[in-house]
Nanobody
């Protein structure tokens, strides 16, 4: 059974940094592609960053150069390092994994990130 639990959200001032963590249980990392999504207030959920089973990373244009997605096989964790945050980054952030072959998707419960002075 796959479970994803995000943590690390909170209130941060513009220009600040946060690191989100996702504890992924029941996930064999070499079988899953992993991603962080976010849902700003009043908007649809959007893809932020992905890390494929082979370690390839991709980012949404607005976060390139500011956000970094990474993973720790041994700890079963996925991270999103966020730097130089702006109010436009305010959203609920979700961790998601997709099985490479079955295409099954799993989601965490989300963690709130608020960027405000």
């Amino acid at each position: 059974q796959v479970t994803l639990v995000e943590s690390g959200g909170g209130l941060v001032q513009p220009g600040g940094s946060l690191t989100l963590s996702c504890e992924a249980s029941g996930v064999q990392f070499n079988l899953y592609n992993m991603a962080w999504y976010r849902q700003p207030p009043g908007n649809q959920r959007e893809l932020v960053a992905t890390i494929s089973w082979d370690g390839t990373t991709n980012y949404e244009d607005s976060v390139k150069g500011r956000f970094t997605i990474s993973r720790d096989f041994g700890k079963g964790m996925v991270f999103l390092q966020m730097n130089n945050l702006t109010p436009e980054d305010t959203a609920v952030y979700y961790c998601s994994v997709r099985h490479r072959f079955t295409r099954a998707d799993y989601w965490g419960q989300g963690t709130q990130v608020t960027v405000s002075s």
